[in-house]
């Protein structure tokens, strides 16, 4: 019996009927490897290279800016509460100041106040809210309640309310006697999405409602509720004055029409120096948290340049060329014909 051998190279073997798989690398041709030409030498290419730290540090940037803007306009505020407060002080001990003249000079101090809040803003919004307290991103946002609409009142009663709000808005809310208050909240939260507007629940019990401060300026002696006898009087819309969540700035009054009046003024004004105060050195530790942030991304975030990109792809294109041949020579063995193996076998 004569015995025959045959010589199997892996690399040179060519199948009857059978192509070779197709194996390419993307850069394992010179000029894959290499970056396109400019089309003309005296253009500059285009920046190939991004960096989450490069967005981080915009967005610290915008940040930045925007405190600077807070701090600015509650530094004016408080100035301004200042002269309010020491003139409420002299008609305090003098007694002999003009109720007119202060209050026009006081209505003026309160209108340059409000007119600064307005007026800080970045990219359209406001930094400061009606608190005064600094908010990059809710600032404009106003909350108010409804007087009667709690729902630890008669929870027991059944009864349909109809709120009606400005622009021909309206929701109905129904309280089954069944639900709890957060079960309830959470009705009429999903009732007010579609009208721009949120509500949630007070310590007391009141439905808390959420919205822009421009449409918080239209709802003001313009929210009519009707009701079916036990909350609210039945039949006729009644108009209901609604109430700030909590009061700010915006509601700052002055009476003086006596000396206890003075008092609590002078007392209402302490508050709203002291949120100044507050909100002054909170700007100013946010301020400095966010530049050692910053200096710590400039320093840590390194952009690879387009050299740099093609250094590590002609890596990754030396290491699938050779991962291409030793698959080609596994591909060729593993399609060798029958014969052949058994002849290699032997």
Do not use: C
């Amino acid at each position: 019996m004569a015995l025959s051998t045959v010589e199997v190279r892996p690399h040179s073997i060519k199948l009857t009927g059978q192509e070779q798989p197709v194996i390419t690398s993307a850069r394992s041709t010179e000029s894959a490897i290499r970056p396109a030409p400019s089309a003309s030498k005296g253009r500059a290419l285009p920046p190939s290279s991004y960096s989450v730290s490069s967005i981080m540090l915009s967005q610290g940037q915008q940040n930045a800016t925007e405190v600077q803007i807070a701090n600015k306009a509650l530094q004016f505020v408080g100035k301004e509460l200042s002269h309010i407060k020491r003139a409420l002080s002299q008609a305090l001990t003098q007694g002999d100041v003009p109720v007119q003249e202060l209050g026009e000079r006081l209505d003026q101090s309160k209108g340059r106040i409000l007119n600064e809040l307005n007026n800080a803003r970045y990219d359209g919004k406001r930094v400061i809210d009606n608190e005064l307290n600094v908010k990059l991103d809710s600032a404009d946002t106003r909350r108010f309640i409804v007087p009667g609409l709690n729902v630890n009142r008669l929870p027991e009663k059944p009864e349909q309310i109809r709120l009606d709000f400005p622009q021909g808005r309206s929701v109905m809310i129904q309280f089954d006697g069944q639900s709890d208050g957060q079960r309830l909240i959470k009705q009429i939260d999903r009732i007010l999405i579609p009208l721009g507007m949120r509500a949630s629940l007070h310590d007391d019990g009141s439905v808390v409602f959420e919205t822009t401060e421009r449409a918080y300026k239209q709802m003001q002696n313009k929210v009519w509720v009707t009701g079916e006898g036990h909350r609210f009087p039945a039949g006729q819309a009644n108009a209901f004055n609604v109430k700030p969540q909590p009061e700010g700035i915006s509601e700052l009054g002055f009476n003086l029409a006596s000396r206890d009046g003075i008092k609590r003024t002078i007392a209402r004004v302490n508050q709203h120096l002291q949120q100044v105060q507050k909100s002054l050195e909170q700007a100013r530790e946010f301020h400095s948290d966010l530049n050692v942030k910053m200096d710590n991304l400039q320093s840590q975030g390194k952009v690879l340049s387009t050299d740099e990109v093609n250094q590590a792809l002609d890596g990754f294109a030396d290491a699938s060329t050779q991962f291409t041949s030793t698959y080609k020579a596994l591909n060729a063995q593993a399609n060798l014909r029958r014969h052949s193996v058994v002849a290699l076998l032997k």
